[in-house]
């Protein structure tokens, strides 16, 4: 077993399925003590499980982290159970199903976009930082996205949730720097997550869909979950003791693409 994160505490949210889950079962591989976070039971249960029967350490702790009571209660129990945090991954995050341009944004999704983003992670950030703090360390992974790097059409509020996200993290890498708290932000590109799969297989010709998108990426192929929890893993890590504030993209050179199309 390799141990690039021996005896650390992490809390990894929105873990029950996608990057999330490849991320918690990676940290728990490299020795981490897991504390799985998911608004949906069973999909975190599951996380939880599967970990253990690895034989890896890990804990299930239930709530929606957007809203400011489930994410103290997280918080709370990870600190009650094993008196420190050293690692906060904010991955829970997504669209919302929400797409279009500003114009055609209602209020009520705007509103669901900003506070499944920008608020959970500022929340989880709020009530992790006094104990990182008084612990004098810690390192906080925010997920951003591409989208929140160069602008695409019709994803007006998840593009600016998910700027404001990286925004945040250069923040607190300054705010925090002086009590060597790290906060540094991964921004994906296109990856094959469960969710995107099952929208390419709603497609009419889903081998189509597929080749299209890995025609957009300069490297022939969407990305997959270990690519972003293997650049969490290095964030987590002490390899990277300095990087902070830092914007890491995973896109396969999806943007360069963008750029020179």
């Given at each position: 077993?390799?141990?690039?994160?021996q005896?650390?505490?992490?809390i990894?949210?929105?873990?029950?399925?996608?990057?999330?889950?490849t991320?918690?079962?990676?940290?728990a591989?490299?020795?981490?003590?897991?504390?799985?976070?998911?608004r949906?039971?069973?999909?975190?249960?599951?996380?939880?499980?599967i970990?253990?029967?690895?034989g890896?350490?890990?804990?299930?702790?239930?709530?929606?982290?957007?809203?400011?009571?489930?994410?103290?209660?997280?918080?709370?129990?990870?600190i009650?159970?094993?008196?420190?945090?050293?690692?906060?991954?904010?991955?829970?995050?997504g669209?919302?199903?929400?797409?279009?341009?500003?114009?055609?944004?209602?209020?009520?999704?705007?509103?669901?976009?900003m506070?499944?983003?920008?608020?959970?992670?500022?929340?989880?950030?709020?009530?992790?930082?006094?104990?990182?703090v008084?612990?004098?360390?810690?390192?906080?992974?925010?997920?951003?996205?591409?989208?929140?790097?160069?602008?695409?059409p019709?994803?007006?509020?998840?593009?600016?949730?998910?700027?404001?996200?990286?925004?945040l993290?250069?923040?607190?890498?300054?705010?925090?720097?002086r009590?060597?708290?790290?906060?540094?932000?991964?921004?994906?590109?296109?990856?094959?997550?469960?969710?995107?799969?099952?929208?390419?297989?709603?497609?009419?010709?889903?081998?189509?869909?597929?080749?299209?998108?890995?025609?957009?990426?300069?490297?022939?192929?969407?990305g997959?979950p270990?690519?972003?929890a293997?650049?969490?893993l290095?964030?987590a890590?002490?390899?990277?003791?300095?990087?902070?504030?830092?914007?890491?993209?995973?896109?396969?050179?999806y943007?360069?693409?963008?750029?020179s199309?």
């Amino acid at each position: 077993m390799a141990s690039r994160l021996q005896d650390k505490i992490a809390i990894v949210t929105g873990s029950g399925s996608g990057i999330g889950r490849t991320t918690a079962l990676l940290f728990a591989a490299e020795g981490a003590m897991v504390v799985v976070n998911d608004r949906v039971d069973a999909a975190g249960r599951e996380t939880a499980d599967i970990i253990k029967e690895s034989g890896g350490q890990a804990c299930f702790i239930f709530g929606d982290v957007s809203d400011s009571g489930s994410a103290q209660a997280v918080v709370k129990q990870a600190i009650d159970a094993f008196s420190r945090v050293d690692i906060l991954f904010n991955n829970a995050g997504g669209s919302q199903g929400v797409k279009g341009a500003l114009g055609d944004t209602d209020e009520e999704d705007w509103d669901k976009v900003m506070k499944g983003n920008v608020t959970a992670t500022f929340l989880m950030c709020k009530y992790i930082l006094p104990f990182m703090v008084k612990n004098g360390r810690g390192s906080i992974i925010n997920m951003g996205s591409q989208f929140g790097v160069a602008v695409v059409p019709s994803f007006a509020a998840y593009s600016t949730a998910k700027a404001a996200v990286i925004h945040l993290t250069k923040q607190m890498s300054l705010d925090y720097g002086r009590y060597q708290i790290r906060a540094n932000c991964l921004c994906p590109g296109p990856i094959l997550t469960p969710g995107h799969d099952r929208f390419l297989r709603s497609k009419p010709d889903y081998e189509s869909a597929i080749s299209e998108r890995n025609a957009a990426v300069a490297l022939g192929r969407m990305g997959l979950p270990e690519d972003v929890a293997n650049a969490a893993l290095f964030l987590a890590s002490d390899e990277s003791a300095y990087f902070t504030g830092s914007v890491l993209v995973i896109d396969g050179g999806y943007d360069a693409r963008l750029c020179s199309a």
